[in-house]
């Protein structure tokens, strides 16, 4: 079963646009990460947000998390057409693994 | 320093036959995670090893296994394949546990049950 949720299944965005995206859970958690895949190869870890943490910025990604609502926002500034590819949250508890969500489609336009 | 090996990349089975997918994690990484990924159900979690143990299994039934050698490397062995288990097969590897660190995925390998 997964525990995240993305929200919107798919975005169409133009290049140079931001890019948000959200994800909710349903458990506690020790730490929430999201990832990256392109055309079906393997995922890429982009950032992870602990717990106790309400926002962390890498480059040009921004990751909040709400612990209270339990939800997660990923925000993509200026994209680029290398953006483009499928973004999946996993919430980490204390099980040795990762819940993955279904994942949101974002396709860059040039 | 190399990534996450997966072998082979592409695969081509007939139902009823069994298959091993091998990994070779980070070196140092002594925890390796697997995964199936499929279209309508997503990334499902197969079982997780480290230092040769296994510390937790999804719900997959018994035909999925799995095993981690003293080097770290890892095998997942699907028996009596079902036309179901064609999926892209994800191997993640991380330095002690995933929840703390997080995984570096290997390309993953394409299973084809026909």
């Known amino acids: 079963s997964q525990q995240g949720e993305e929200d919107p299944q798919a975005l169409s965005i133009q290049e140079g646009e931001n890019a948000t995206m959200n994800c909710s859970y349903k458990?506690?958690?020790?730490?929430l990460q999201w990832y990256r895949q392109n055309s079906g190869r393997g995922l890429v870890h982009l950032i992870l947000?602990?717990?106790?943490?309400r926002e962390k910025h890498s480059g040009r990604l921004r990751v909040t998390l709400d612990t209270s609502k339990k939800s997660s926002s990923l925000l993509i500034t200026a994209s680029r057409a290398a953006d483009t590819a499928s973004y999946f949250c996993a919430t980490a508890s204390n099980d040795y693994k990762l819940s993955f969500g279904a994942g949101t489609t974002v396709t860059v336009r040039a | 320093k190399a990534g996450v090996t997966q072998t082979p990349r592409y695969l081509i089975k007939t139902r009823g036959q069994q298959v091993t997918l091998s990994c070779s994690p980070i070196?140092?990484?002594?925890?390796v995670s697997w995964y199936q990924q499929t279209p309508g159900q997503g990334l499902q979690f197969l079982f997780e090893?480290?230092?040769?143990?296994?510390?937790n299994k999804g719900n997959f039934p018994g035909r999925f296994s799995g095993r981690q050698f003293s080097n770290s490397r890892s095998e997942m062995n699907v028996s009596t394949l079902e036309l179901g288990d064609s999926a892209l097969y994800l191997c993640?590897?991380?330095?002690?546990?995933?929840?703390?660190?997080?995984?570096?995925f290997g390309s993953g390998t394409r299973l084809t049950v026909v």
């Open positions: 090893y480290f230092s040769e143990t296994q510390r």
């Open positions: 070196s140092g990484h002594r925890s």
């Open positions: 993640a590897s991380s330095l002690d546990s995933p929840s703390n660190y997080g995984y570096t």
């Open positions: 947000i602990r717990s106790n943490e």
């Open positions: 458990t506690s958690i020790n730490n």
